[in-house]
């Protein structure tokens, strides 16, 4: 199994190195017992494969002691008896029965090749094939191996399971993710104190959602691939696009402290505040812009970053000025709603 996915993987052109851990060059001679007929003269494997041991590599019986110096002392068979594979025919095995038979009644001896080591992870077999890659994208080097992994049937109590980087990076999604949902929390928070509210921030933080959307547009669109650096840049966005509905919202909330009504407040803020929001916002999708198309040394490392906050704040910002003032309308009004019926 080893073999056939190290020759398909050596197929690929952005697959370099492989390697694999099996290495089937050692010549050995291999006993295999036939347990049945062996069971039935009261003999074990373990019998067979002692008397074995101790005929060729001998067992130690005693020690010898001269003046201070102390030698182990093992019996085996004679160096004669002992040097081609024939010699292994003449080994006689005790039977607890009280008699003796030869080895190949109960085994057959024949030539192969083993294994140049045996590699085992919590108490299991395991080869490991490894291999380095000319490409900077390990998810479409990891969708290639999945592709050939699914190509070769496993018996009963086989499996597959990524190490390396491959390892390292499922890893750091699942990082990723814990702190992203730790940022939109934090972000909470902050606004929650600031507007002195728990409810009128939630029509903030639909400007997160929006922007997602706009980062899977971008990535789709310049066919950039979920990275670890896009996970970086969407942590930077979430900081970044609530900015403009905490201006717009900050400026409701003040005009609403003066008198004003809640709708005219809310027409008036976002005209007010249209031209900062936009001119914010312009001034930091044109300083990405050469970052996100740079084409030289390292832009694969840096471009998904510029790329998914580029995306990320061109959407927000416009759906934002829509989608942000009518959620604070609907929001607003249901507190309301419920302030009232709780003091009836």
């Known amino acids: 199994i080893s073999d056939q996915i190290a020759d398909a993987l050596q197929k690929e052109e952005e697959i370099v190195d ?18 049945d007929k062996a069971s039935s003269m009261g003999i074990t494997v373990a019998t067979i494969a002692n008397t074995v041991d101790a005929a060729f590599l001998g067992k130690e019986v005693t020690k010898y002691r001269d003046q201070g110096d102390e030698y182990d002392v093992r019996v085996r068979f004679a160096e004669q008896d002992r040097e081609t594979s024939g010699n292994l025919s003449d080994v006689l095995i005790a039977s607890p029965l009280g008699f003796l038979v030869n080895l190949t009644d109960v085994a ?4 192969g090749r083993g294994p140049v080591k045996i590699e085992r992870e919590n108490q299991e077999r395991v080869v490991t094939i490894s291999a380095d890659t000319t490409s900077s994208d390990l998810r479409a080097i990891e969708n290639k191996i999945q592709k050939i992994l699914e190509t070769i049937p496993l018996p009963e109590g086989y499996f597959f399971r990524y190490g390396g980087s491959l390892e390292d990076m499922q890893e750091l999604m699942v990082t990723m993710f814990f702190t992203i949902g730790l940022i939109i929390l934090l972000v909470y928070m902050v ?25 899977a547009l971008a990535l789709f669109i310049t066919g950039t691939t979920l990275s670890v ?17 905490i201006v ?21 803020g976002g005209v007010t505040r249209l031209r900062p929001i936009l001119m914010t916002t312009l001034t930091t999708i044109l300083a990405l812009l050469p970052m996100a198309i740079n084409k030289g040394e390292g832009a694969e490392l840096f471009a998904p970053i510029s790329i998914t906050l580029f995306g990320g704040l061109l959407v927000s910002t416009l759906l934002t000025l829509l989608i942000v003032p009518s959620l604070y309308s609907l929001i607003d009004g249901g507190s309301l709603w419920i302030r009232k019926k709780l003091h009836r």
């Open 18 to 35: 492989v390697d694999n851990s099996l290495k089937m060059g050692k010549p050995e001679l291999q006993i295999s017992v036939d347990r």
């Open 108 to 111: 057959e001896i024949k030539e």
């Open 191 to 215: 606004m929650a104190s600031q507007f002195e509210s728990l409810i009128h921030p939630f029509s903030i933080m639909a400007a997160v959602p929006l922007s997602i959307a706009g980062v």
């Open 229 to 245: 650096m896009s996970f970086i840049g969407i942590m930077i966005l979430i900081g970044v696009v609530v900015n403009n509905g």
């Open 248 to 268: 717009l919202i900050d400026y409701v909330n003040h005009l609403r402290a003066q008198g004003m009504e809640k709708t005219e407040a809310l027409i008036k």
